[in-house]
């Protein structure tokens, strides 16, 4: 047993495998980057979500993130497009990966409002590109430097991808095993029929048993299509799986680019033979078709691949810890949603709500009720009304606000009412809490969160 | 080896299931679709037929008369044609309170709602144009020296009572420039208005008809999202910022709508049931229908009620609302508060129940 453990270790990790599997991963990765920057860009999302806030919500111990003046966004954004386009082509590939990761992680911890699990799940990807030779192969990098190139790399550098992908897959399939999602098919239920509209399947999605099976068949995809893209035997019906899940999602549902992302990195789980004939489809479409190739393989000093399964053992020991966090916390998750994020629960819970918040002189005891829209924009108060950790944030600005404008000591109390999956509004937080009073924490509980079953309208 | 994973998956998944079976929605019993099918196009062409298209060409008629009333009365300014030009201008006042919620497409485009309706108006701003004898509608400044509240200052505030107004448009140095003015914006107000129903009228009820979807592009979700818009500026702009709500209990009596015609209840009053009649979609299919046939009959019964409860608030307040607000603050602030309840319905619960977007932006999804 020892025996086949260390087999395995060294299977997985040391073992030489072929490197197309990554060149085409990160030509895959890079493109679709590029067009999800562009995208962006081309919807002004720069502009909407980033420079006409005038204010931001940033994640705890990250305050000193802010959005850079006047065109620096723009450039932060050029920079990224640019970046992933060397990240495709394999050009200074180390410099142009480092600096996606660090720009685009920069943006994602401007404000929580956007916060999306695809744009972490990029995060994460990119963090591990930044530790593997994706450029030594097929690359313009070995084009320029010929010595670089090599043929076989240590399984470690492909394998860590395919463990993301499955923990990201499973992860999202736990977190679909509760009672709303597969006894209630909620919120498929609310979701699903809002598309009747649409041609030919729109009359089946008003039907109830439709949003079951989507439910059960979504749960179930997510549970186990990891595991059935790393088995040879199932990779293709698998991968046609995947294929028709998320363009399904990507019909159905306002989601961006995600599925197409997924689509994309998933090539990864299929053998180094697929690879190698995806890279021969693609010389065939360069100019100088010849690309160059060695038959070296890939060796690091010692110490430097310590340090990297170092990093690559800490990263995975954090990811698979963090989607448990929420247990550290009482109630219902999602409707404190403390440990909500970083977890892939994703497309888990219909939730809405209205706040209203107020500012009182401590002295003379009037107050104001706060017009959200003067400070923030639609976006941000929709996801602030039901997202406390934003609250308190606000109500903390707020407080600064009147601060600045002679009342001491403001009392900033809120009164918000939120609905989820269809429960109908109920009151959120204790409307008598001086919420500028309160801290956030990294860890505690909210104490002024009203738990879910203990109100109802 | 595979057969040690899926035993432990399907440990991990039973073991789950037991652990996480807290539910959100009450068994079945509320809120919980049925699968019946609602037709979102034809509450389109109900609502685009029989409400919004009235309704525009009721509000581009009042506005066609009233600039042929400014036109009688600058030609020959007598009591009696004053008279009938205030009269015409509070028949546009009341019609716009139901034409105000359809600020998407057209409406957008040729940015009605702030054309027609920014107040509280700018006295310095009129002032200024009436003695400098030149108005750009184009200058943001004059945003607060245009549309029905300017009418409203000219022909109701500039002066004690109507002989005093006569004089300002007769007898006063600047009464030629004061006349030209009233011109200047009744005639914009018409072009606005024949532009918005043209498009009405042509292509753009096609589009309308055809974005059967529920994102914040389609015409469900504009229309939704603009009720809910157009209901706030009615709780905040109409009776909350007045009533001090949102100035530490300071009042602004001056700042409602209609200051000068003091007629501000009344259009509250027209504007609340323009509001409800759009959600029922008159006597026709409406948003109410939709929550019914999702099965969120008791949210639209809530939802009526609490029309009611707000309405009959309101009627408990009385003309001029700003000396109202000055003699029973309480009674003001208690409508709001009924005011107040109804947003969270509609925005939250209603949008909710619908699936109906109200951002931009993607949602999280795998």
């Given amino acids: ?26 030509i895959a990765f890079g493109s679709i980057m590029l067009v999800s920057t562009i995208r962006f860009i081309l919807k002004g999302w720069v502009y909407a ?34 970046a992933a386009i060397m990240v495709t082509i394999g050009l200074f590939y180390r410099a142009a990966i480092i600096t996606f990761f660090l720009c685009f992680t920069y943006v994602e911890l401007l404000d929580k409002t956007t916060y999306l699990n695809h744009y972490y799940f990029i995060s994460v990807m990119a963090f591990l590109m930044i530790w593997v030779p994706a450029h030594r192969y097929f690359s313009v990098d070995t084009k320029l430097r010929p010595k670089i190139a090599v043929t076989r790399v240590p399984a470690w550098t492909i394998n860590i991808f395919k463990m993301q992908l499955v923990l990201v897959y499973f992860f999202a399939g736990i977190s679909k095993l509760n009672y709303d999602w597969l006894i209630a098919a909620m919120p498929l239920k609310i979701w699903l029929p809002a598309n009747s509209q649409m041609p030919v399947i729109g009359g089946l999605l008003t039907q109830t048993w439709v949003a079951y099976a989507f439910s059960w068949f979504g749960a179930i995809f997510d549970l186990f299509i990891g595991f059935l893209l790393l088995d040879g035997r199932y990779r293709k019906w698998a991968y046609a799986l995947v294929i028709i899940f998320h363009l399904s999602t990507a019909v159905l549902f306002k989601i961006g680019m995600f599925p197409y992302i997924m689509i994309c990195v998933t090539i990864v789980f299929f053998s180094e033979k697929t690879h190698i004939r995806i890279v021969n489809l693609l010389t065939h479409f360069l100019p100088k078709s010849k690309h160059y190739t060695s038959n070296k393989d890939y060796h690091l000093p010692v110490f430097k691949t310590q340090f990297i399964y170092t990093v690559l053992a800490l990263h995975f020991i954090i990811q698979l810890l963090l989607p448990f966090r929420f247990m550290l916390y009482p109630g219902k998750l999602y409707w404190t949603e403390e440990g909500y994020r970083f977890s892939w629960r994703v497309m888990l819970m219909d939730k809405g709500g209205t706040i209203f918040f107020y500012v009182k002189d401590s002295k003379t005891g009037k107050r104001s009720e706060i017009i959200n829209s003067q400070y923030l924009t639609t976006f941000q108060e929709s996801q602030m009304a039901t997202q406390p950790d934003m609250i308190l944030q606000f109500a903390h600005h707020l407080a600064a606000e009147y601060q600045k404008k002679g009342i001491n000591n403001p009392i900033v109390t809120a009164d918000s009412y939120v609905t989820l999956n269809g429960s109908g509004s109920r009151l959120y937080i204790d409307s008598t809490v001086n919420l500028a009073k309160e801290q956030e924490t990294l860890l505690d509980h909210k104490k002024w969160i009203i738990p879910f079953n203990s109100t109802q309208q | 080896m595979k057969k040690i994973i899926y035993l432990a998956l399907t440990a991990a ?38 409400i919004i298209i009235p309704a525009y060409t009721s509000y581009h008629d009042a506005t066609v008369s009233l600039d042929a009333a400014v ?71 004059n945003l607060a020296a245009k549309g029905l509240p300017a009418l409203d200052y000219l022909l109701f505030g500039t002066g004690a009572d109507n002989a005093a107004i006569l004089a300002q448009f007769t007898t006063d140095s600047k009464a030629a420039n004061r006349k030209t003015y009233l011109a200047a ?25 055809n974005a059967t979807g529920t994102d914040v592009s389609s015409s469900t979700g504009q229309l939704v999202n603009q009720l809910i818009y157009d209901y706030e500026i009615l709780k905040n702009y109409e009776i909350g910022i007045p009533a001090g709500t949102q100035s530490m209990g300071t ?21 609340l049931s323009a509001i409800q009649n759009l959600y029922n979609g008159a006597t026709g299919l409406g948003l109410d229908d939709y929550l019914i046939s999702a099965n969120n009959t008791a949210l639209n019964t809530r939802i009526q009620t609490q029309f009611s409860a707000a309405a009959t608030k309101l009627q408990g307040l009385t003309d001029p609302l ?45």
């Fill in chain 1, 1 to 26: 047993m020892p025996g086949s453990v260390k087999l395995n270790f060294s299977s997985l990790v040391k073992a030489q495998v072929h490197i197309a599997p990554l060149s085409v991963l990160r």
């Fill in chain 2, 13 to 50: 998944t039973t073991f789950l299931l037991i652990q996480s079976c807290s539910k959100s929605s009450d068994g079945g019993s509320k809120n919980t679709n049925t699968g019946s099918s609602f037709d979102r196009k034809a509450m389109l062409v109900n609502i685009s037929s029989n």
């Fill in chain 2, 322 to 366: 700003s000396a109202n607000i000055i003699s029973n603050p309480t009674a003001v602030t208690a409508s709001y508060t009924e005011l107040q309840k109804l947003t969270v319905m509609l925005k939250t619960d209603m949008t909710q129940a619908l699936g109906i977007a109200i951002t931009f932006g993607d949602n999280d999804g795998d």
């Fill in chain 2, 251 to 271: 009042t602004f009596p001056e700042k409602v709508q209609a200051y000068y015609s003091k007629i501000s209840l009344q259009l509250t009053e027209l504007h």
């Fill in chain 1, 49 to 82: 979500f980033y420079i006409k806030p005038q204010f931001h919500f940033t994640f705890y111990g990250f305050d000193w993130v802010k959005p850079p003046a006047g065109a620096g966004m723009y450039v932060l954004f050029a920079i990224l497009t640019v």
């Fill in chain 2, 185 to 209: 914006l009744s005639a914009e107000l018409k072009t606005n208005a024949t532009t918005v129903l043209a498009a009405w009228n042509g292509s753009y009820k096609t589009t309308f008809l």
């Fill in chain 2, 71 to 141: 036109t009688t009365f600058n030609t020959t300014p007598t009591a009696g044609n004053l008279t009938a030009l205030q009269n015409s201008f509070i028949a546009a006042y009341k019609q716009w309170q139901s034409t105000s919620m359809y600020n998407f497409g057209p409406a957008q485009d040729a940015g009605l709602g702030v054309n027609t309706n920014t107040y509280p108006v700018s006295v310095t701003q009129i002032t200024a144009n009436i003695n400098s004898g030149t108005y750009n509608p184009l200058l943001l400044a």
